[in-house]
């Protein structure tokens, strides 16, 4: 059975859900992952932040005029009135419920019970609109069976045995329709995979039930060899390891939530891009097969912060590195990338979040210096066949271009440097012509 996701853009209006009925029927069983139509759920956090700024009144305004959008949409969506009037019924009851939340001060809960709004009413409507079309289908809470550990982690465990129980309800049914990105917490509270989650919750289901096969529906043919809001000359990777794919989408690319790699690696599970608009086109299949080598993509990554940490006392010490990366282990802090001398440590990290308390505990080792406004070219591909020159190539191809930082060698699949921003462009389009030119 495949598992199709298909993300706000896709279910945009009402004309772009119709559109996806025939994607959809053409397969003999498959679950349908929804996220919420587009702008929901932004919307909903301006509706929790303005709630928590005590103006009530402008929040409520939000909540009626996306409840009248969703009552737009439910006309324009269904033939009869009949369903118009059952679908209104359900977006009513879903408004009541937010609605319900602007009394008081809202809890950490309460808010994400209000985020997890968007999905839950694009899938109700979603479903209605296969039932009145007369399509076999199913709609199965992810309530029921997405859910995250203590540490916010996917409960693999519990969600195949939750997820393949609900399924045999939805035996009989040809489309079986959940939510992306909401879940319920270790203690069964709503709660959410953070933004963009949807892709995660795809390759979560399609890990709990060994699907042949994950696709992600956008708005683009696939993975990009560059960013084309920088770039101009760009074309469609057809083919992707999901090590290739992983770097990719951490680095940059927009297209697939950097979570949803690994369940479908560890799983061994073809995940494909696809275009909802251009849905000929075979788009990008991510495998954990290699079949071309050499340099692939380029992305970039903003809003890096760079550490210095200088200290004498790292002079043929040992155990040093662990002290610092102790720092940001306890406050939660992944690095990017790493470069290390005799008595420097300098590092990456993109959520600065805790970075006053981080300096503070570094400046017990040396001295140390924070650098803003970075970004991270991140250059993927197979780089183990290509033993040499790839990064005299790369760094030919940068060499007007001031680097603070490379990274070579920690991967086979990634070469990275680390520039100020306003170079970033420059940099993404020299790349483009020095790299991707001959292969054109
Ligand atoms: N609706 C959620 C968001 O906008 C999840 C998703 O679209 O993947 O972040
Ligand atoms: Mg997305």
């Excluded at 005590?54 to 005029?65: D, L, V």
């Excluded at 969506?77 to 809202?106: A, C, N, P, R």
């Excluded at 086979?412 to 292969?439: C, G, P, Q, R, W």
């Amino acid at each position: 059975m495949k598992v199709l996701k298909f993300g706000g853009t896709s279910l945009g209006s009402s004309s772009r859900m119709k559109a996806l009925i025939p994607l959809i029927t053409s397969e003999k069983q498959i679950i349908v992952v929804l996220s919420a139509m587009s702008g929901t759920t932004d919307t909903l956090v301006e509706i929790i932040n303005l709630l928590n700024q005590n103006r009530k009144m402008e929040a409520k305004k939000k909540i009626c005029e996306l409840e009248d959008h969703y009552k737009h949409t439910a006309e324009e969506l269904f033939d009869s009135q009949v369903y118009i009037d059952t679908g209104i019924k359900l977006i009513e009851d879903h408004f009541q419920d937010i609605l319900g939340f602007t009394q008081e001060v809202l809890t950490k809960l309460q808010e994400k019970a209000i985020l997890a709004q968007g999905e839950l009413i694009t899938s109700v409507l979603f479903h209605q609109m296969l039932k009145e079309q007369g399509i076999n289908s199913g709609l199965l809470s992810a309530l029921s069976f997405m859910r995250i550990d203590k540490e916010g982690e996917p409960d693999n465990f519990y969600i195949k045995e939750n997820l393949n129980r609900e399924l045999i309800k939805h035996k009989k049914n040809q489309v079986i329709i959940t939510q992306g990105y909401i879940c319920r917490n270790a203690y069964g509270a709503v709660d959410n995979l953070k933004r963009g989650g949807s892709d995660y919750s795809a390759s979560l289901i399609g890990a709990a039930i060994h699907s042949e096969e994950i696709q992600i529906w956008t708005d683009i043919n696939g993975f990009q060899n560059n960013d084309p809001r920088y770039v101009t000359e760009t074309r469609i990777l057809r083919e992707l390891s999901f090590n290739e794919a992983a770097e990719l989408a951490y680095f940059g690319a927009k297209i697939l939530h950097p979570n949803s790699i690994q369940p479908c690696k560890e799983s061994n599970i073809p995940v494909r891009l696809k275009n909802f608009m251009n849905p000929d086109d075979p788009g990008t299949i991510i495998t954990n097969q290699i079949t071309l080598n050499g340099i692939k993509a380029v992305a970039a990554k903003d809003r890096i912060t760079a550490i210095k940490i200088i200290s004498a006392r790292m002079l043929l010490a040992y155990g040093f590195l662990r002290k610092i990366f102790e720092v940001f282990e306890i406050y939660r802090t992944p690095i990017d990338m790493i470069a290390t001398s005799e008595v420097t440590v300098s590092l990456t990290i993109d959520n600065t979040e805790h970075l006053e308390e981080i300096k503070k505990e570094l400046e017990k080792f040396g001295i140390v210096e924070i650098v803003y406004d970075n970004s991270i070219i991140c250059i993927v591909g197979d780089f183990i066949a290509e033993k040499n020159g790839v990064a005299v190539k790369i760094l030919e191809a940068i060499r007007e271009i001031p680097l603070r930082m490379i990274s070579y060698g920690g991967s086979s699949h990634n070469i990275s440097v680390l520039v100020k921003s306003d170079y970033k462009i420059k940099a993404l389009n020299l790349l483009n012509k020095e790299l991707f030119e001959i292969t054109k």
